[in-house]
T-cell receptor
Framework: QKEVEQDPGPLSVPEGAIVSLNCTYSNSAFQYFMWYRQYSRKGPELLMYTYSSGNKEDGRFTAQVDKSSKYISLFIRDSQPSDSATYLC??????????????FGAGTRLFVKA | DGGITQSPKYLFRKEGQNVTLSCEQNLNHDAMYWYRQDPGQGLRLIYYSQIVNDFQKGDIAEGYSVSREKKESFPLTVTSAQKNPTAFYLCACGGPYGYTFGSGTRLTVV
């Protein structure tokens, strides 16, 4: 079993739809949760960062973390064609003497149709 | 502008040849990372460094080598021992709260 599971998609939605992207994980030591957006042939860019449980909102994007279920989500409201990209979840444990290692999901490809 | 720069953007390697990928950052981060990305497999960690003159192997270090002589620089060498080097290579810097990635180097074996 992978530490982080993410449905690769592709997910295709019409413009204006609400998009829900999800990841599950198995390591209860994860405390930092991130979402990245990656356009084709580019490096990923950090969209959202959440520490521990709860919700965080930034414009059209909302990140949710449910540590009891080991489940994280990214919601995109009023989706636009420019949101078409691959979305990667990522998570890290608390710092320890051995440092840390961020684990990435495989990414979900999203297509928003005009 | 602060950022992280990878070069070259495209690189072609002949069989048996070593090649070096450049990564430079001016964000003043101590920690730097190298990832390999293959279709459908997400990001796999090759090497990481949390301080100058120190680095650790990641999950797929075989056939790769790195150095960290300066805080700003973390070059990756793909050696001839790496049997399947064709991939998209990404360098990053940052902490557990998020990374800044470079724009990547696409390496192809010819």
């Amino acid at each position: 079993q992978k530490e982080v599971e993410q449905d690769p998609g592709p997910l295709s939605v019409p413009e204006g739809a609400i998009v829900s992207l999800n990841c599950t994980y198995s390591n209860s030591a994860f405390q930092y949760f991130m979402w990245y957006r990656q356009y084709s042939r580019k490096g990923p860019e950090l969209l959202m960062y959440t520490y521990s449980s709860g919700n965080k909102e930034d414009g059209r994007f909302t990140a949710q973390v449910d540590k009891s279920s080991k489940y994280i989500s990214l919601f995109i409201r009023d989706s636009q064609p420019s949101d078409s990209a691959t979305y990667l979840c990522a998570m890290s444990p608390l710092l320890n003497t051995g440092g840390f290692k961020t684990i990435f999901g495989a990414g979900t490809r999203l297509f928003v149709k005009a | 502008d602060g950022g992280i720069t990878q070069s070259p953007k495209y690189l072609f390697r002949k069989e048996g040849q070593n090649v070096t990928l450049s990564c430079e950052q001016n964000l003043n981060h101590d920690a730097m990372y190298w990832y390999r990305q293959d279709p459908g497999q997400g990001l796999r960690l090759i090497y990481y460094s949390q301080i100058v003159n120190d680095f650790q192997k990641g999950d797929i270090a075989e056939g790769y080598s790195v150095s960290r002589e300066k805080k700003e620089s973390f070059p990756l060498t793909v050696t001839s021992a790496q049997k399947n080097p064709t991939a998209f290579y990404l360098c990053a810097c940052g902490g557990p709260y998020g990374y800044t990635f470079g724009s990547g180097t696409r390496l192809t074996v010819v």
